[in-house]
């Protein structure tokens, strides 16, 4: 059974910093693409990041560049992302996903992604 487990979720002002972690088991997670996404309350799921099997091949979302920093572990089998200044509108859940035999892209189908974690939350408030 793949399970993806997020962690690091949690509140914290506007400025501030946060690191996500998801965890991976079931899975070939250093042959899989895996990606960030979030999803606001009343707002539709978005991609935020992605990064490919190798971890030399990224990208962000609009929102996201210059503030978040995806990376992995595969020896870990652990996906991360950074995110600095972070601002109120950054407040969603979070959910780390994996693909098998897809490019990152953030702006591909989110029905490529075949697993999905359940979420860790992210609150930016003051």
């Known amino acids: 059974e793949v399970q993806l487990v997020e962690s690091g979720g949690g509140l914290v002002q506007p400025g501030g910093s946060l690191r996500l972690s998801c965890t991976a088991s079931?899975?070939?997670?250093?042959?899989?693409?895996m990606a960030w996404f979030r999803q606001a309350l009343g707002k539709e799921r978005e991609a935020v990041a992605c990064i490919a099997w190798h971890g030399d091949s990224y990208d962000y979302a609009d929102a996201a560049k210059g503030r978040f920093t995806a990376s992995r572990d595969n020896a870990e089998r652990t996906l991360y992302l950074q995110m600095t200044r972070l601002k109120p509108e950054d407040t969603a859940m979070y959910y780390c996903?994996?693909?098998?035999?897809?490019?990152?892209?953030?702006?591909?189908?989110?029905?490529?992604?075949?697993?999905w974690g359940q979420g860790t939350q992210v609150t930016v408030s003051s």
């Open positions: 996903a994996a693909a098998i035999l897809t490019v990152c892209n953030v702006k591909g189908s989110q029905s490529s992604y075949n697993f």
């Open positions: 079931g899975l070939d997670f250093s042959g899989a693409t």
